[in-house]
């Protein structure tokens, strides 16, 4: 059983920046694929970023450029950088861990995850 808790949200002014954490624990977090996803008001929620057990990346068109997403295996934590955040970044964030340790797919797809944290609200003013 894995869990995930997020913190470093808040409210900042267009093109500042947020890092988000993401605390795993339990048996192969480190070893997971693990993202980021977030969710509007009234929208579904999206995949922003994941990186996958190897350490391989991918982003939502929208953030490239903008996000990046790292992991430190020794603290079982993962991060998420947010640079240059625009209005349209507003919405509260999660953090997933995928399915089981060790390789599986690992895409911006909820399907890819197993285990949901509470999340946490980035809120982006104009």
């Known amino acids: 059983q894995v869990r995930v808790v997020e913190s470093g949200g808040g409210s900042v002014q267009a093109g500042g920046s947020l890092r988000l954490s993401c605390a795993a624990s339990?048996?192969?977090?480190?070893?997971?694929?693990m993202g980021w996803f977030r969710q509007a008001p009234g929208e579904e929620r999206e995949g922003v970023a994941v990186?996958?057990?190897?350490?391989?990346?991918f982003y939502a068109d929208s953030v490239q450029g903008r996000f990046t997403i790292s992991k430190d295996n020794d603290k079982n934590t993962l991060y998420l950088q947010m640079n240059s955040l625009k209005p349209e970044d507003t919405a509260m964030y999660y953090c997933?861990?995928?399915?089981?340790?060790?390789?599986?797919?690992?895409?911006?797809?909820?399907?890819?995850?197993?285990?949901w944290g509470q999340g946490t609200q980035v809120t982006v003013s104009s």
């Open positions: 997933a861990a995928g399915l089981r340790a060790g390789w599986q797919p690992c895409r911006l797809r909820r399907l890819d995850f197993g285990t």
């Open positions: 339990g048996y192969g977090a480190s070893a997971r694929c």
């Open positions: 990186i996958t057990s190897d350490g391989i990346t």
